[in-house]
């Protein structure tokens, strides 16, 4: 093949297998609502957004007499947003070239930046998990700090299974010389020789450059819960699992709160959302918005929805007033935000881009999921061969109570 010219199309079958290998949390989300964009109804394509059922909750009936439960869905969207790309330009001279020499050369390191850019915006979704364990700016450096993450989870009641772990460099090292103190031959072997850590705590487990960091708000004083009785109904809050809470006690001046800032409450507990059990940790919320204010007082938009009682109940007890807030971490400092999760936690969705009208020898390419289009264009002055390559997705949080935030203990 080594004197083939090469098409778009080859290129765009080289890129999209190189882009899907080279994804890491990419990978291991929800791909499953892709062919929801592919569906034709009635001639009309479904367009850029698509409903998404949240998932619903009961309670259990004791004794024999029946009592119907509603079935009351929340929704949320899946909007196709983003379009990236990356852009080549090639002589005549160099179209010649092998399929692997240009793939190694040219094509794997563009998509090696693509695949980071998809991975960044998965990543960025940490603003919406409300749940943190570790103390922040601690090192993940021993299979105890690790496991904390999946304690939480199974108090949570999240399944076992396709439960992966992604990590700073940082932490994935400090993990893998963690490893080697197990007495398992198995595990501590490769953790030792290359840093593979594997399955560990119910976690797959991978390193990526691209975790996300966090910079709590620049806030101060001492923050309070102003108004009793501030939970809210699943009917109020089903379709945004949000809902606002008033506060005071913020020092005067520039006080600001960030989105994807983690917050506890004073006297509200988690609660286990399978049998409703009140769990010996407080419950944590997520800023959904940044805001700021100078006078001490905030009514801020908090995730996810305090809901005291029923079948969809996230909270032990309703918010009373004067309730102290404890926003964690250190202000105005950054953290790491490794996450753990399980697959139906956030979801990527990548779809086929049209062939433009007037374009000539579109390379349209589909490889487990992922799209890529290639469209080349041509200078006959300079013999050079200009090739844009994009990829049109987006990405959602669909269940944050399926995803964990996890640093290392102190």
Known sequence: MANRHLTADIIA?????????ELVMGKKVFRGYEDEFNKNINGYTVGDTITIERPTDFTVRDGATASAQDVSEGKTSLTIDKQKGVDFAFTSKQLTLDIKELSRRVIKPAMIQLANQIDVDLHALYK?????????????NSFADYSLAAQRMDEYAVPQDMRCGVLSPADHWGLAGGAQT???????????????????ATFDTYMT????THTVGAHAGTPLTNGAAQGTTWDASRDTNTQTLITDGWTSGAVTLNAGDVFTIADVYAVNPVTKETLDFLKEFTVVNTISDTAGAITLTM????IPSGAQQTVSADIGDNKAIVVKGTASTAYRQNMVFHKNAFTLATVPMVAPPGAVEVGRQSYKGMNVRVIPGYNVT????????DVLYGVKTIDPRLAMRVSGTA
Request: proline content about 7%.
């Open 13 to 21: 079958k080289a890129a999209v297998a190189i882009l899907d290998n």
């Open 128 to 140: 919406d998990v409300p749940n943190w364990v570790g103390t922040p700016g601690q090192t993940i």
């Open 182 to 200: 197990l007495y398992n031959d198995t595990l501590n072997k490769p953790a030792y020789r290359e840093g593979e850590i594997g399955k560990i």
């Open 209 to 212: 450059q691209n975790t996300a």
């Open 303 to 306: 995730s996810p929805a305090a």
């Open 382 to 389: 300079t013999d050079v061969s200009t090739y844009r390559l």
